[in-house]
């Protein structure tokens, strides 16, 4: 789940790490208030949840409460990567002398959390690591945490002075704790602020919380916004599927994580490309396969779908009662592709073969059919 910058501000200010003070305003006249209230410049961002605010015109500095308010309606009526702005952070304003990033992400391959700091912070983070990757510093983390000589020899170099590195290291540390102790898979400042003072702050603020771990947040459910979410993924929460959005043409639905991964490794290798992941997990609810038939449909980019069941606790016989309830529903205009093998399999093909349809047990068969019937739809 990836927090709006207000909130991933509200997980520092908890942790001690030197955040501005500022509040989320969705009316100008609020903006103003909000202005009024902290005193002097402040900035109005606008809180998607998409990068690229600041180029597309989403984040604006006022002097004073009227501009702040005429600021806030200009960013209030913009889209930005398709999304409406329904809300904007109006924040104290600081002077900058330096720009500096810091991040603190999963690396899935070496399986450790890794921090990532450059000299080079603001809005050409992604620029800096496309072209000079080694301006960026790296460091993977161990299984007894990041030390404090360690988070202190990340910064020496880029800042050397002894008061701008002790505060940087202590924030440092303090956003470990964000990372560790919230579930994040991404904790990130940038910029983090040096100002003319000497004082270093974390002006801006991203979270990404690991989903999986939910169950130990029960404060999770009142930060999620339901307004930026797409239909699909509001659909799968709902019903408890595990389904990420990709950019395929090959619609997929299959029973367990390890499955859905040899699906779309085998779409892949058959000269494919899958259109999402979706797992209707252990469980042979009819209403989950009508769900995700629900899910993919409301896709455009899908061109043919492939159920691709292994059962074992997940009865093929319940998998395709969904598949017929969902179709008796509302009928298919792409080509459906059916392999199903496992926990009451005969029964399962009776079930189908009374509404007309087939399943195959060869999941090499099942991919090589669906991509054909995908091109086919393509031509």
């Given at each position: 789940m990836n927090l709006h910058e207000y909130q991933a501000k509200e997980l520092f200010?908890?942790?001690?790490?030197?955040?501005?003070?500022?509040?989320v305003a969705t009316t100008p006249e609020e903006a103003r208030d909000i202005a009024q209230s902290l005193g002097g410049a402040v900035v109005?961002?606008?809180?998607?949840?998409?990068?690229?605010?600041?180029?597309?015109?989403?984040?604006?500095?006022?002097?004073d409460p009227d501009e702040a308010a005429q600021k806030a309606r200009d960013i209030l009526a913009l889209h930005i990567k398709g999304l409406p702005v329904r809300k904007v952070l109006v924040a104290k304003a600081a002077d900058i002398a330096r720009e500096l990033y810091v991040a603190i992400?999963?690396?899935?391959?070496?399986?450790?959390?890794?921090?990532m700091i450059s000299a080079e912070g603001g809005v050409e983070i992604e620029e800096v690591a496309r072209q000079t990757p080694e301006k960026i510093v790296r460091h993977l983390v161990g299984a007894g945490g990041l030390r404090p000589y360690q988070a202190r020899a990340l910064f020496q170099p880029l800042l050397k002075d002894g008061?701008?590195?002790?505060?940087?290291?202590?924030?440092?540390?303090?956003?470990?704790?964000?990372?560790?102790?919230?579930?994040?898979?991404l904790a990130e400042i940038n910029p983090l602020a040096i100002t003319p003072q000497g004082q270093v702050l974390a002006l801006d603020a991203k979270v990404i919380l690991d989903?999986?771990?939910?169950?130990?947040?029960?404060?999770?459910?009142?930060?999620?916004?339901?307004?930026?979410e797409t239909p699909g993924a509001k659909l799968a929460r709902e019903f408890g599927l595990s389904y990420v959005k990709l950019e395929g043409d090959i619609g997929c639905v299959v029973n367990g994580a390890g499955l859905a991964m040899a699906t779309m490794d085998l779409v892949k290798h058959y000269g494919g490309e899958p259109a999402n992941f979706l797992d209707i997990g252990g469980s042979s609810n009819p209403d989950k396969v009508t769900a995700a038939l629900k899910i993919i449909t409301g896709d455009s980019h899908v061109r043919a779908i492939l159920f691709n069941i292994f059962g074992g606790i997940t009865r093929c016989d319940d998998v395709a009662r969904g598949i017929v309830q969902s179709l008796e529903a509302s009928p298919l205009q792409i080509p459906l592709v059916i392999r199903l093998t496992g926990t009451n399999e005969d029964l399962a093909r009776k079930i189908l073969s009374e509404k007309g349809l087939a399943a195959t047990t060869s999941m090499d068969e099942g991919v090589r059919t669906v991509i054909a019937k995908a091109q086919e739809v393509a031509a």
């Open positions: 200010a908890r942790h001690g790490l030197p955040v501005l003070p500022g509040q109005i961002k606008a809180q998607v949840l998409v990068g690229g605010r600041g180029k597309a015109g989403g984040v604006k500095l006022a002097q992400v999963l690396d899935r391959s070496a399986k450790q959390p890794l921090v008061k701008l590195v002790a505060q940087a290291t202590d924030i440092l540390l303090k956003l470990w704790t964000v990372y560790r102790d919230g579930d994040c898979s989903d999986n771990a939910e169950f130990r947040h029960r404060e999770w459910g009142t930060w999620r916004d339901p307004d930026e």
